[in-house]
């Protein structure tokens, strides 16, 4: 068998550009609709396909020592010394106790603010008008906005506020699909609770200071009153004292005493 010149050869795995190019224009619709196609299925199923739901565990913890430093220093300024009435002690029978005791009026304690924070978060109106700001719940999927207001309530009753076995400090518990909205809401709620918290500790002070007040207008309305008493008492006192004398001095005259 002779063999061909190289010159003479055929190579077969030769492609054909323009044969290619040819075909790739016939085709052309085709292939557009293929793409066009899968981006909207992409598309649809990125509207469509469920939020992958959470757990979101977030610690709640007592404000540190250093920050508690100028509620210390609140505390030591009402102290006050307790003074029990004498005529007390003696219808108690109790003995004179050696020293002077001691209370605060008003005191703040880590674990205090921590119990109103709590009881402002567990109250539920901040959770519920955070849920609504930050539209973690569609409003446009209801027909009324009592059935809004409703899944509202709903869905904040199931974020829960516990201690878990094992843990030293309380949890906010609850499940979501949306990290940033939830986010934004626990930003609303801290604010909002320590806001809350901080009127409410400015609104018990005024009202235990405006009850000091009062008793001490009592307190000076009834010195007041004995001051009186004993005036009245003093100059009755002295009347019936110069009565006697004067009728003294008249017998004493009478028998030329």
Same mark, same amino acid.
Do not use: C
């Given at each position: 068998?002779?063999?061909?010149?190289?010159?003479?050869?055929?190579?077969? @795995?030769?492609? &054909?550009?323009?044969?290619?190019?040819?075909?790739?224009? &016939?085709?052309?619709?085709?292939?557009?609709?293929?793409?066009?196609?899968?981006?909207?299925?992409?598309?649809?199923?990125?509207?469509?396909?469920? *939020?992958?739901?959470?757990?979101?565990? %977030?610690?709640?913890?007592?404000?540190?020592?250093?920050?508690?430093?100028?509620?210390?220093?609140?505390?030591?300024?009402? =102290?006050?010394?307790?003074?029990?009435?004498?005529?007390?002690?003696?219808? $108690?029978?109790?003995?004179?106790?050696?020293? !002077?005791?001691?209370?605060?009026?008003?005191?703040?304690?880590?674990?205090?603010?921590?119990?109103?924070?709590? !009881?402002?978060?567990?109250?539920?109106?901040?959770?519920?008008?955070?849920?609504?700001?930050?539209?973690?719940?569609?409003?446009?999927?209801?027909?009324? !906005?009592?059935?809004?207001?409703?899944?509202?309530?709903?869905?904040?009753?199931?974020?829960?506020?516990?201690?878990?076995?094992?843990?030293?400090?309380?949890?906010?518990?609850?499940?979501?699909?949306?990290?940033? =909205?939830?986010?934004?809401?626990?930003?609303?709620?801290?604010?909002?609770?320590?806001?809350?918290?901080?009127?409410?500790?400015?609104?018990?002070?005024?009202?235990?200071?405006?009850?000091?007040?009062?008793? =001490? &207008?009592?307190?000076?309305? @009834?010195?007041?009153?004995?001051?009186? *008493?004993?005036?009245? @008492?003093?100059?009755?006192? %002295?009347?019936?004292?110069?009565?006697?004398?004067?009728?003294?001095?008249?017998?004493?005259? $009478?028998?030329?005493?």
């Amino acid at each position: 068998m002779s063999k061909l010149p190289v010159s003479d050869r055929i190579y077969d @795995d030769e492609i &054909d550009l323009l044969s290619l190019i040819q075909t790739v224009w &016939d085709g052309r619709w085709k292939i557009a609709s293929i793409i066009v196609i899968s981006l909207l299925l992409v598309f649809g199923f990125n509207i469509v396909k469920p *939020n992958t739901t959470f757990t979101a565990s %977030t610690e709640i913890k007592p404000i540190t020592s250093f920050e508690f430093d100028k509620y210390s220093l609140f505390n030591s300024s009402l =102290k006050i010394i307790e003074k029990e009435e004498e005529e007390e002690k003696e219808e $108690k029978g109790e003995e004179e106790e050696k020293g !002077e005791k001691t209370f605060n009026i008003f005191e703040i304690t880590q674990q205090s603010l921590l119990d109103l924070y709590i !009881e402002e978060i567990e109250e539920g109106s901040l959770l519920e008008t955070a849920v609504d700001k930050f539209n973690l719940i569609n409003k446009d999927d209801f027909d009324s !906005e009592s059935d809004y207001k409703d899944t509202i309530q709903k869905f904040v009753s199931e974020i829960k506020v516990l201690i878990p076995k094992g843990s030293a400090h309380h949890v906010l518990s609850a499940e979501y699909n949306d990290k940033d =909205k939830w986010k934004d809401l626990l930003t609303f709620v801290n604010d909002e609770a320590n806001r809350k918290v901080k009127a409410t500790i400015i609104n018990r002070f005024a009202t235990i200071v405006s009850i000091q007040n009062q008793k =001490k &207008d009592f307190a000076i309305k @009834d010195i007041e009153i004995k001051i009186d *008493n004993v005036k009245k @008492d003093y100059d009755r006192y %002295t009347k019936d004292r110069l009565a006697f004398l004067a009728e003294q001095a008249a017998i004493a005259r $009478k028998l030329d005493i």
